[in-house]
């Protein structure tokens, strides 16, 4: 057997309240929209993965969501320009990341990063 994909999924009664986030602030493509389910991410090749954590490195609470984005800067920017906030970060890590957390809007954590 081959896994081809993993998502993430996010329990809501209002699905609309992800395009502002996911699709304005983040940049994601909405890949699928059916009324009861709304799927966001990108069009190019992304890696499936699936973490289980006891923590979020360096004392953090463990985030919900982990996103990968090609430049942090404009992440962080477009998160302010938004005005929602910065929960934790930005930060160098030690294992080679630099990151920040901030709330969706369902009040899930998730942490934006970038590899070092």
């Known amino acids: 057997m081959k896994v081809k994909r993993i ?15 996911y699709e304005e602030v983040l ?4 890949l699928m929209d059916l009324g009861f389910i709304a ?9 499936i ?12 609470q463990v985030p919900d969501l982990s996103i990968e984005v090609e430049d942090l800067d404009e992440a962080l920017a477009r998160v302010k320009e938004a005005g929602i906030p910065i929960e934790y970060g ?16 369902f009040g899930k954590l998730v ?3 970038i590899h070092l």
Do not use: C
């Open 49 to 60: 993965q699936i973490s289980f954590l006891s923590e979020g490195g360096s004392g953090t």
């Open 39 to 47: 799927t966001y991410g990108s069009h190019e090749k992304m890696d």
């Open 7 to 21: 998502v993430a999924n996010v329990e809501t009664q209002d699905v609309t309240k992800a395009r502002y986030f």
């Open 90 to 105: 930005p930060v160098n890590e030690p294992w080679g990341v630099r990151r920040f957390y901030v709330r969706d809007p």
């Open 27 to 30: 940049g994601l493509d909405q």
């Open 111 to 113: 942490n934006i990063l």
